[in-house]
């Protein structure tokens, strides 16, 4: 496990024993419960031990080895070279709502996102809509902040999958014209406030803000509960380069004409670290958060590969 750099989680079942480790960051999160028969389980989110009724016992922190067997759960470590630094994209994107990260309810830290945001960058307005699902906390703590009506004014087809992840242009565009719908009789005639998550490509937003003018929308301002994504992922998300990042590319007025918005806004670093407040996060930066996608500081040592594509990029 010391010969392995960036973030893991993993997990080992033999005949007699499970052994979980965390890498020194714990950029990705994993948690144990207990069963009311007394075994463990291990799990990426909280939601995973509620849904088989185990309870929540601790996080798995980092650098940690922890082996359980028949005499219980016995905690070690492969490295104490640790500094947390969770994946913000975990609370601003990947994990369910109901999860607890850290001591961090999901769906509060989204609609501590939304709040800042209304106060970093409000809109006048008539109406809020959040665009499915994973912005929907944002957005109710964002109309709930400005004192607007927060409306369903974009509906999901369940049975989509997350379209940033499709591998081209074109599938990702069809994808979200199946998945998403405009509810012409909330949003027509109104001046709109669309918050969302993030915007990684741009791909999604472009399909949206043209789904909700065909529909009638009369001005539409863009809001994100996250800062802009102009760094790639080298830690599981499939973004390892900057190329199809358009917030890389392209300054926010830019990006305001291309996706052919009213206005366009992004949350703070700052406020993103205040919004999410892990409680343990000690005197590690970025309030115990890897925020390298939005400044570029990456917690973890990068190979020879990255730090080479990392000097080109500031070079362009």
């Known amino acids: 496990l010391n010969e392995v750099h960036g973030g893991f989680a993993f997990l080992l079942l033999q005949k007699d024993r499970m052994i979980a480790a965390l890498d020194p960051n714990g950029i990705r999160p994993l948690c144990i419960g207990?069963?009311?028969?007394?075994?463990y389980v291990v799990a990426s989110e909280t939601c995973a031990l509620d849904i088989v009724q185990a309870e929540?016992?601790?996080d798995v922190q980092p650098g940690e080895l922890i082996i359980f067997d028949q005499e219980g759960m016995h905690i070690d470590h492969f490295t104490t070279q640790t500094q947390l630094a969770v994946c913000s994209m975990e609370y601003i994107y990947f994990a369910r709502p109901d999860s607890i990260i850290h001591g961090v309810t999901v769906h509060n830290a989204r609609k501590r996102m939304g709040k800042l945001?209304?106060?970093e960058q409000p809109a006048d307005v008539d109406i809020v809509i959040g665009v499915p699902n994973s912005s929907l906390s944002a957005a109710s703590g964002y109309a709930e902040e400005l004192g607007?009506?927060?409306?369903m004014g974009l509906v999901k087809n369940q049975y989509v999958a997350r379209t940033?992840?499709?591998p081209t242009k074109e599938l990702r565009e069809n994808a979200v014209k199946l998945k998403l719908s405009a509810v012409r009789g909330v949003v027509q005639g109104k001046k709109i406030a669309v918050v969302d998550d993030s915007i990684v490509r741009g791909t999604t937003s472009k399909q949206i803000c043209r789904m909700l003018k065909k529909a009638g929308a009369k001005e539409i301002h863009l809001r994100i509960a996250s800062p802009p994504f102009r760094f790639p992922c080298f830690y599981g998300?499939?973004?390892s380069t900057r190329t199809e990042l358009i917030a890389a590319?392209?300054?926010v007025e830019e990006m305001q004409k291309i996706l052919g918005v009213d206005s366009l806004r992004f949350l703070s670093v700052e406020s993103l670290i205040k919004a999410i407040d892990i409680p343990d996060a000690g005197e590690s930066?970025?309030?115990g958060l890897t925020v390298a996608y939005f400044n570029g500081q990456y917690p973890t040592k990068l190979d020879d590969y990255e730090q080479g594509y990392l000097a080109s990029l500031n070079e362009q």
């Open 34 to 39: 207990r069963l009311t028969n007394g075994a």
């Open 56 to 58: 929540f016992v601790r």
């Open 117 to 119: 945001l209304a106060q």
């Open 148 to 151: 607007l009506p927060y409306e």
């Open 164 to 166: 940033f992840i499709e």
């Open 237 to 239: 998300i499939d973004i």
């Open 249 to 251: 590319h392209h300054s």
């Open 285 to 287: 930066p970025y309030g």
